[in-house]
């Protein structure tokens, strides 16, 4: 054996230990600290804290939310994007490519923006708010079938475009029906695919953090949530790790009934190049379709249209500063007394921040007289309080949008005849991912406990 060839085989282990290196160090060590977290107190195996966290009654609505929500989702998403598949998939026409480009966005998109997008969406003055969904389960359930839907398109549809259509060809010509085509040859040879899409759906749906905590608040959370809330809030560790561990068994069951559908199926016959023009019988499934892809651009128009407009005219929408700390307050430029004072305090902050202040942490005021606060206005008062526009953005908008926006910030709004307006005062922390950590309620709050809220949040790693 020569030197090189020995050196060739040595090298082979040197490779295969980088991976397993970085799987012993991100995966196996992270969950065994939750493994240990939650079964071992004072160095003995303790269940005991694990089976009181299951036993507890909140635990059991988060599970039973968890189940439901994720498994209604699936289903819908399932209905939702099969027809969608086929169409995209089977047949063949204009603008395909394009269409099947449009139904990944909603994956790529953040789930605290999906939320966001929903949340604007539902509100009582977005596009759909007469339908009285904001807060509720449905609107969570619709926000996970946006989210997944080109989960269930893109799995099932590459695998049905593959598919040998001879045997369907075949049934057909016996005198089966379109339907007992499908039910008899089309479907069996799917179903890997389709309970491997499922599988994923579920997932994602069951761990969706974002699009819960978003359009959920106080009523509704997943286990994914709820993690978090122990976590951060009511620093219960071995809670948290024990849902945790429930969490990490069943992603594992599921995986395991994946590859077990696949090493099961059949063999399927195989051809390339199947997709075919429309035909007549194929009416509905486009007209499905074309419902399925309108509810999939909706929110994200309604994403792009409805946002406020800064002091320079702009659009400004909090999504653009994920990453960093926004500071919100609420004001109006002609106000004689209280909201200056707001401001100048809040000048003052944007001093004590130093370099942090525009890269990392960012101011919002949001005016509550929106009929006579003008981009211009804005910007006049703006530069006479000595705000640094850099870092900090002064809004308007419509009415609706501006009682959309004091609604969701709890902020009390009332326009007096002789043209005041009274209004809550509160200062709102944002952390990076969105999430409200902190409020302030009028304007006599300490300034040195601010700045140490800030950086306290500041600190912290941002999370999707």
């Known amino acids: 054996m020569t030197r090189r060839s020995r050196g060739a085989r040595a090298g082979v282990p040197a ?116 339908l009285h969904l904001e807060g509720t389960a449905a609107a969570i359930v619709a ?78 959370a997943n286990v994914e949530t709820e993690i978090w809330l122990l976590t951060t809030q009511e620093l219960d560790l071995v809670g948290a790790a024990a849902l945790s561990v429930l969490q990490l068994v069943v992603i594992v069951g599921l995986l395991v009934l994946t590859h077990m559908t696949r090493k099961d199926a059949g063999h399927v016959d195989r051809a390339a190049g199947t997709a075919r023009r429309p035909r007549r019988g194929d009416a509905w499934l486009l007209g499905w379709s074309a419902l399925v892809l309108a509810a999939l651009v909706l929110p994200m128009l309604a994403l792009l249209t409805r946002s406020l407009t800064d002091q320079d005219g702009r659009p400004f929408s909090l999504v653009a500063q994920r990453g960093k700390v926004a500071v919100v307050t609420f004001i109006y430029a002609s106000c004689a007394d209280t909201c200056p004072l707001l401001t100048a305090k809040m000048v003052g902050m944007q001093k004590k921040l130093g370099k942090d202040f525009g890269p990392r942490v960012y101011f919002v005021s949001v005016t509550v007289d929106p009929k006579r606060d003008t981009p211009q206005v804005l910007h006049q008062y703006a530069e006479a309080q000595g ?70 949040v500041l600190r912290e790693q941002p999370g999707r």
Not at 195 to 220: E, K, P, Q
Not at 394 to 405: K, Y
Not at 417 to 422: I, T
Request: include cysteine; charge should be positive; charged fraction near 15%.
């Open 387 to 456: 705000a640094k526009l850099s870092g900090w953005a002064f809004l308007t908008g419509s009415p609706a949008e501006i009682q959309d926006v004091t609604r969701r910030y709890g902020i009390f709004v009332k326009k007096q005849e002789r043209g005041d307006v009274d209004h809550t005062f509160l200062t709102s922390i944002i952390d990076q991912s969105g999430t409200l950590r902190v409020q302030y309620l009028g304007m006599r709050f300490d300034p040195n406990e601010f700045l140490r809220d800030v950086r306290s």
């Open 143 to 220: 926000a996970l079938v946006f989210f997944n839907v080109s989960v269930v398109v893109r799995t099932v549809g590459s695998f049905w475009e593959s598919l040998d259509p001879r045997r369907e060809q075949a049934a057909a010509a016996l005198g089966a029906s379109p339907l007992q085509v499908f039910g008899t040859v089309t479907l069996p040879a799917l179903l890997p695919a389709v309970v491997g899409a499922a599988t994923v759906v579920f997932l994602f749906c069951s761990t969706a953090f974002g699009i819960v905590l978003t359009l959920g608040g106080l009523r509704y």
């Open 15 to 130: 490779l295969a230990a980088v991976p397993l290196v970085v799987l012993a160090v991100f995966f196996v060590y992270p969950v065994l600290g939750i493994v240990g977290q939650g079964f071992v107190s004072d160095g003995r195996f303790a269940p005991g804290a694990v089976l009181e966290v299951l036993g507890r009654p909140r635990t059991g609505r988060v599970l039973w939310f968890t189940l439901w929500s994720a498994g209604l989702a699936t289903l819908v998403t399932l209905l939702a994007g099969l027809p969608l598949a086929f169409v995209l998939h089977r047949l063949s026409f204009p603008g395909r490519g394009l269409l099947r480009a449009l139904v990944v966005v909603p994956f790529v998109l953040p789930t605290v923006v999906v939320g966001v997008a929903f949340g604007q969406l539902v509100a009582p003055s977005g596009w759909l708010g007469g």
